[in-house]
T-cell receptor
Framework: DQQVKQNSPSLSVQEGRISILNCDYT??????FLWYKKYPAEGPTFLIS?????DKNEDGRFTVFLNKSAKHLSLHIVPSQPGDSAVYFC?????????????FGKGTKLTVNP | KAGVTQTPRYLIKTRGQQVTLSCSPI?????VSWYQQTPGQGLQFLFE???????NKGNFPGRFSGRQFSNSRSEMNVSTLELGDSALYLC?????????????FGNGTRLTVT
């Protein structure tokens, strides 16, 4: 049962254009979401997050939008740069007895072409 | 501040053997989590430790175990290795709740079982 889904395994965009990465979730109890970026041979690094009390959070070139009614969030990168080429994971925390774990989507590989 | 350190970076083992992976969290982080990344299943939660106690465990067989030491360093052990255990094993540390302190990941240990 995949609670967080990233239906596009890959995305290719031209440098300078917008990249839009999508993520859907099924668990309506999720109230916080994170995006991680992962380069080959490195661990995931935290990129940006959003709380369910907001519908948008922006950090420089990165903006995350949340549509709670559709259980959908998206990450926008504007303008895209070749260094943004990486795998992007959407994730949501779940709690049990004070312990949290992240539930991840399977990732979208973004390629930004010069 | 040093990041999360995982050793070794690469391991090759034979079916039936056992393996121990090590993780040193960021200084001051008392929560350590382990995740398995495979191409088919993505990133999946193994377990979480806090103050030497396992607080949460994912859906993995008992062959997967771990522990945390008083200095917050953690180890995970996989016994009776199977081919399907080949994966990237990621350790992450945090100060507390994800909303206040996102998980910081190490670069992982790439385990190959032959």
């Amino acid at each position: 049962d995949q609670q967080v889904k990233q239906n596009s395994p890959s995305l290719s965009v031209q440098e300078g254009r917008i990249s839009i990465l999508n993520c859907d979730y099924t668990n309506s109890m999720f109230d916080y979401f994170l995006w991680y970026k992962k380069y080959p041979a490195e661990g995931p690094t935290f990129l940006i997050s959003i709380s369910s009390i907001k519908d948008k959070n922006e950090d420089g070139r990165f903006t995350v939008f949340l549509n709670k009614s559709a259980k959908h969030l998206s990450l926008h990168i504007v303008p895209s740069q070749p260094g943004d080429s990486a795998v992007y994971f959407c994730a949501a925390p779940t709690s049990r007895g004070g312990s949290e774990k992240l539930v991840f989507g399977k990732g979208t590989k973004l390629t930004v072409n010069p | 501040k040093a990041g999360v350190t995982q050793t070794p970076r690469y391991l090759i083992k034979t079916r039936g053997q056992q393996v121990t992976l090590s993780c040193s969290p960021i200084s001051g982080h008392r929560s350590v989590s382990w995740y398995q990344q495979t191409p088919g299943q993505g990133l999946q939660f193994l377990f979480e430790y806090f103050s030497e106690t396992q607080r949460n465990k994912g859906n993995f067989p008992g062959r997967f175990s771990g522990r945390q030491f008083s200095n917050s360093r953690s180890e995970m052990n996989v016994s009776t290795l199977e081919l399907g255990d080949s994966a990237l094993y990621l350790c992450a540390s945090s100060l507390g709740q994800v909303q206040n302190s996102p998980l910081h990941f190490g670069n992982g240990t790439r385990l190959t079982v032959t």
